[in-house]
């Protein structure tokens, strides 16, 4: 009893010691001045125009002002970090490109009846809030690449609890899952070009720019800004839609290497050693 009281008695005396020796030097000023609780001018108009129906030149028409700077005000900077994600993705099946798409050796039957039924539920309840979040991120919180990854906790959860197995008789086969990723890219890098597209064939009065969202002063071109009476973001939503199923397909497709069973996966590095 007295050695758990001396315990206790030496861990409050380290908190408070490690508290106040961290107090101090912030009280003093050590980190600086603390940052003014004043927006900058830049937040300011960010905020004034992701979604401003009053003043609808530089508007997004999306009340999520992160997702509107993220597709909207720098669009091209979020191209380039997609490209970079979706470059180790294909690095890292171009590892694996002699097995990819072959069934596994191994055959296993999973968990128990109890917990793979229980699992299916969740796996619905997960996949729900995944596209959610993809579906209403020019809304709240979220978008494409946060709801594509909540819905590709999916893809871990069916080949711990159903087995590798479930891959090979599932219909989101290796080249399906390929395919699917493939076409949100493009649907991507169409949404993208769509508003200069009349500029390409010819029509030289039609000024527009890429990655275009919402009407401006040189032209008319604008995506649809309401749907019945949810505001869409214009190209925002159609971005997150495309980036969800992307970023489902492209880490489903990474899982799926990585459970491979180590006597299949053995075929990649067989004769590493020696350069081939």
Known sequence: MKGTRARDIIFITLIIFAITILAIPTLLGALSSIPPIDLRTIAINYLNN????????????????????VWDYRGLDTLFETVVFYSAIVAALALYREILGEKDILKGKGLSVIVQRATAVSMVGILVVGFATILH?????????QGGAIAAVTSVIAIVVFSRLIIDKSRLSYKRLLLIRNAALVGIALIA?????????????????IFQNQVKAVNSFSYPQIIVDVPMGGSIWFYNLFEGLAVITAFSLAIIVVFYSEELSRKTIEGGEIGF
């Open 50 to 69: 992701t979604y401003n129906p009053f003043n609808q030149t530089l508007w997004t028409s999306s009340p999520e002002a992160v997702a509107a700077i």
């Open 193 to 209: 070009i769509i508003p200069i597209i009349p500029f390409m064939f010819g029509d030289h009065t039609f000024l527009s720019f």
């Open 137 to 145: 991120g020019q809304l709240t919180p979220g978008g494409g690449f």
